[in-house]
């Protein structure tokens, strides 16, 4: 009976499935939360697709350097907020007449998409600093010592800006509140 030894090209073979299977464990676990974030970041369907698709391709190619399965949601943040980021570096805007351009008015369907808008155009006006946080918190339901981490903060600074960012956002509802009559009671 004649046996073979093992092969380097088995080997490399052998690496490569291990890489796929996890490569594709990864992908299946965090893809929806991955788009979501990305599609809150930047509010358009095709560009959080494209930036996903590019920080799966980014995973892919360096998915050795993940040694932590238990990082990986944070690791793929970092990646899509750097993608994000390189989608400015390259773009080049078109600036549009204003004169030019018909505005479509939606309208809204209920009271609750207009609170719903209302409250996202408030924490988009919050500085990064603060939205940020807030964001990761809300949407991903981070704890303050992950926030810290991901955001490379002290966690007492991560809290202080999630107790503040919350405090201007009380403050700005009771604000437009008051503007429009409604009390609360």
């Given at each position: ?140 339901g981070y704890s ?42």
């Amino acid at each position: 009976m004649f046996s073979r030894k093992q092969s380097a090209n088995d080997s490399v073979s052998e690496d490569m499935a291990s890489k796929q299977k996890r490569y594709e464990a990864l992908v299946n676990a965090l893809h929806g939360d991955i788009y979501r974030y990305a599609y809150w970041l930047v509010k358009d369907k095709a560009i959080a697709e494209d930036i996903v698709q590019e920080t799966f391709l980014r995973a892919w190619k360096s998915l050795d350097s993940l040694k932590d399965e238990k990082a990986a949601k944070s690791w793929l943040i970092t990646i899509l907020r750097r993608e994000n980021a390189r989608r400015f570096e390259r773009k080049q805007f078109d600036l549009v007449d204003m004169d030019d351009v018909a505005l479509a008015d939606d309208g809204l369907s209920n009271e609750t998409e207009i609170e719903h808008r209302e409250l996202r155009a408030l924490m988009a006006n919050l500085s990064e600093e603060y939205r940020e946080p807030l964001m990761l918190q809300i949407i991903f339901g981070y704890s303050g010592d992950e926030i810290a981490e991901q955001l490379d903060l002290n966690k007492n600074t991560v809290m202080t800006r999630l107790f503040r960012a919350r405090n201007q956002l009380k403050e700005a509802l009771e604000k437009a509140n008051d503007s429009r009559g409604y009390k609360n009671g």
